[in-house]
């Protein structure tokens, strides 16, 4: 099998679920489409439509199946994301909450060609407060523009060794194929394959996954994907090969605004055969718009908000009027509200986990600050 053992235990690390460890090959390739690449993505896990969407950060949680509930606090964030004139990822940086304390654990570093096409990808670990070199990513791609192989390294004794191959074929815009390949010290041999089917608006709609014993290929996992009316992936469900027939194992449902873009996703991990829970996590997207509002105070206004993030009470420090309007991310009002003294606390216990927008009209200008509800 793939030798991901450090990017597993990051994954594990900052909470994601089994099913997407286990699947960390299909994870890995649908993310840098997903944040680097939205317009090739196959499976549509990052749609932005007309209106140009740049991920602000993405906050993990992780479910106790114990009492079939999401713990109050992230596991886990992915956070600074940097983007270069063609709003593509540059850079981004992976973080884990110990405690009340936000732990630096990676950053990924991203190149592209001139036809904005990723071609690496650097993934970099942070010890004693120095980056060290952990992952490669080297991506081809044909005349189409489509990624044809991907190539990784892992850094070992301060120099990189070649560990995986993936070579992916196609038929028509459509990925039909992906053959996975290890390094064995002088040669690449055969390890996993994929087959993917497509409907006839070419959204993926399943993906069987084949492991090789040494001479022949045996099933080994598949998932079915759905989508909404907006071509947008609303439910994967995977399935694993008991040697007889297929066992439901875990699926993963996705959530999307107005604007077609995903905010939130929820997996769930059954055992064998799937007849309980037995973990999960959910992670919430926030964005920044291209064209969206700078936080910029008002001339000669002192504002502070806190604390962010917020679970209850939200005080609000200003000495003065203002009149405060809540929005959230599609841009809909959720509440008005009058201050008119020096510190004013606002009840947001109401409102759904997420980010917000909170403007402060005053006499002196607008102020727009942006928390997030936990």
């Not at 089917?197 to 996954?209: I, K, V």
């Not at 920044?288 to 917020?310: C, D, H, M, R, W």
């Amino acid at each position: 099998m793939k030798k991901l053992f450090t990017t597993l235990t990051l994954l594990a690390i900052i909470g994601m679920s089994g099913a997407f460890a286990q699947n960390i090959q299909a994870v890995k390739f649908q993310k840098q489409l997903s944040l680097a690449n939205p317009g090739t993505n196959p499976l549509n896990l990052f749609n932005p439509k007309s209106t140009i969407y740049l991920m602000d950060s993405m906050y993990i949680w992780q479910y106790d199946s114990l009492t079939a509930t999401w713990y109050n606090t992230p596991e886990g964030k992915t956070v600074d994301f940097a983007y270069n004139s063609s709003n593509k990822v540059t850079s981004e940086t992976d973080m884990q909450l110990n405690g009340s304390t936000w732990t630096t654990l990676a950053q990924i570093n991203y190149t592209y060609d001139s036809k904005n096409n990723i071609i690496k990808e650097i993934w970099l670990s942070y010890n004693s407060g120095s980056w060290t070199n952990m992952e490669e990513f080297t991506f081809a791609y044909n005349s189409n523009n489509q990624q044809t192989s991907d190539t990784v390294r892992y850094w070992i004794s301060g120099a990189w060794a070649f560990s995986d191959l993936d070579v992916n074929t196609y038929t028509g815009n459509n990925m039909t194929g992906k053959l996975a390949k290890d390094w064995n010290g002088s040669a690449w041999v055969n390890d996993v394959q994929w087959t993917y089917t497509y409907n006839g608006s070419n959204e993926c709609t399943s993906d069987a996954e084949q492991s090789w014993n040494g001479s022949a290929w045996g099933n080994f996992r598949q998932n079915t994907y759905t989508y909404n009316g907006n071509g947008d992936e609303v439910l994967d469900v995977q399935q694993k090969w008991s040697g007889t027939a297929w066992i439901n194992a875990s699926n993963s449902k996705m959530y999307y605004n107005s604007n077609n873009v995903m905010i939130s996703s929820a997996t769930r991990d059954g055992n064998n055969p799937a007849t309980k829970i037995n973990c999960g996590d959910s992670a919430y997207y926030y964005y920044k718009t291209v064209s969206g509002i700078n936080e910029l105070p008002a001339q000669g206004e002192n504002i502070s908000v806190y604390p962010n993030p917020v679970s209850n009470n939200l005080t609000i420090d200003y000495t003065g009027k203002a009149t405060i309007n809540i929005f959230n991310t599609q841009g809909q009002l959720i509440e008005t509200l009058f201050i008119n003294n020096n510190l004013s606390n606002i009840d947001v216990s109401n409102l759904p986990c997420g980010v917000y927008m909170m403007e402060l009209r005053t006499e002196k200008g607008n102020v727009v600050k942006k928390f997030m509800k936990e």
